[in-house]
């Protein structure tokens, strides 16, 4: 083969294998998120001038999974005001600009938190317990770019094999002090170039409180990389400072109510209604829309979008 041809040969085959590469990376997919869809139907309670109206009952229509309520999202819109639903609580609204953003799951107790650690002079520092950012005189977990490192005098262990929201407890013997070196939480996909957590999550022991903290993507809803986002819990029945801080933290206008008990997770045959909570969402005839969303993705929601 002469060498015109061999360089023509080899230049088609980078180029082929450029272009495989691209569709893979501008067309991957994350395993975050779930294909299950919401059935949106009436309550058996009309709407009335009440603040206690069963407002809407939620099934799947297609369900292929049980999902977890500490990394669901419920949301009902009316009259373009948006009310979250929950078990109790939701997060407080802020307008105040931070490197660090929790957002409280469905569960009222689990949340999910956004580290901005874009910068690549200086860590990002959270303190785990207040969900806030912090510095380097109190922090529990300090990330930039792919680099997390533990505070010192913070235990930890790394679990695998158990789903996050079913461990409640945990054995404090098992727990490491070695601080020293990063958290070795990911892996590197060459063929999507990618940064993907790996499976299990951490415990984490700090100031005589434990927490459960998992990994759950490493970029942020508009698909950025270096936002690593956390689900994060209390354990061992630590008393999670953050739900007590009325800046963060406030009850939800809307409850969820399950038929019996919730188990942790909205399972795939099972339906919840939407209630009100003190507060008039719709006291009449009403457009409803409803968003939700697991694992930070949006949940496909089909049916009735109005009340009488």
Not at 7 to 14: F, G, I, S
Not at 225 to 252: K, Y
Not at 280 to 287: A, L
Request: contains cysteine.
């Amino acid at each position: 083969m002469s060498t015109k041809r061999w360089l023509a040969v080899t230049c088609c085959l980078l180029v082929a294998v450029a272009a495989g590469w691209t569709f893979l990376v501008v067309n991957y997919e994350s395993d975050l998120g779930t294909a299950n869809v919401i059935l949106v139907s009436d309550a058996s309670e009309n709407a009335s001038m009440a603040t206690d109206d069963a407002l809407v009952v939620l099934s799947f229509s297609e369900a292929e999974e049980d999902l977890s309520w500490s990394s669901m999202q419920i949301e009902l819109v009316a009259e373009d005001e948006r009310f979250t639903c929950s078990f109790g609580s939701q997060t407080a609204a802020s307008t105040n600009a931070t490197k660090v953003t929790a957002n409280l799951g469905a569960d009222g107790s689990t949340f999910t938190t956004v580290v901005d650690a874009t910068d690549e002079t200086s860590f990002t520092h959270l303190d785990i317990a207040g969900q806030t950012a912090s510095d380097e005189a109190n922090y529990t977990i300090r990330m930039a770019k792919t680099d997390a490192f533990l505070s010192d005098g913070t235990r930890w262990s790394f679990v695998e094999g158990i789903a996050f929201e079913d461990l409640n407890s945990f054995d404090t013997s098992e727990l490491s002090n070695a601080t020293e070196d990063r958290l070795e939480w990911y892996t590197y996909d060459l063929a999507e170039h990618r940064v993907l957590p790996n499976d299990g999550f951490y415990v984490i022991e700090t100031d005589g409180m434990m927490f459960k903290m998992q990994f759950l993507s490493y970029y942020n809803q508009a698909d950025e990389g270096r936002h690593p986002t956390l689900l994060i819990a209390a354990l061992n029945g630590t008393t999670f400072p953050a739900l007590s801080d009325e800046n963060l933290v406030q009850p939800s206008p809307c409850l969820i109510h399950t038929n019996g008990n919730a188990g942790g997770v909205w399972a795939a045959n099972a339906s919840i209604t939407l209630v009100e909570n003190g507060v008039q969402i719709c006291d009449g005839p009403c457009d409803l829309k409803l968003e939700a969303s697991f694992e930070t993705f949006p949940i496909q929601v089909e049916g009735v979008e109005s009340i009488e």
